[in-house]
């Protein structure tokens, strides 16, 4: 019973981190890109959430464009669409970052470069 109780508790706390964390890290184009995610507002259920993607790279070349989509695994479904803004040559705020429910979020970002290859990734949040 102990262990059971001790098991709950874990997986509370993992859930309860989830949520909490205001940072993630995404590699993209083989290492060569790394995206800096930051809420600066959320992530929360049923009012606006906002995030700064910030990229850094070796090479001095940055997307040139990126796309933000919310999806809920669990229920086969996503939300209405985000808006991204071009904020510097290196990272974009995403707003208008809606979750309608609580459950576990894919926020899935997807980069462009100049030359229109696409690649997405993602991290999930626990709302």
Do not use: C
Not at 64 to 83: E, I, N, R, Y
Request: charge should be positive; glycine fraction near 6%; charged fraction near 20%.
């Amino acid at each position: 019973m102990l262990k059971f109780i001790s098991s709950i508790f874990l997986l509370l706390a993992t859930f309860s981190a989830t949520a909490a964390t205001n940072v993630h890290h995404l590699s993209f184009a083989n290492g060569k890109i790394q995206a800096l995610v930051s809420w600066k507002v959320g992530p929360q259920v049923e009012q606006e959430s906002n995030m700064v993607v910030e990229f850094k790279t070796n090479e001095g070349v940055f997307p040139a464009d990126l796309k933000a989509v919310l999806f809920m695994p669990d229920m086969g479904h996503g939300s209405s669409p985000t808006k991204v803004e071009k904020i510097s040559a290196s990272s974009f705020k995403v707003s208008k970052m809606y979750f309608t429910m609580p459950g576990l979020w894919e926020i899935r970002l997807t980069i462009k470069n100049e030359n229109g290859a696409k690649e997405t990734k993602f991290f999930t949040v626990q709302l």
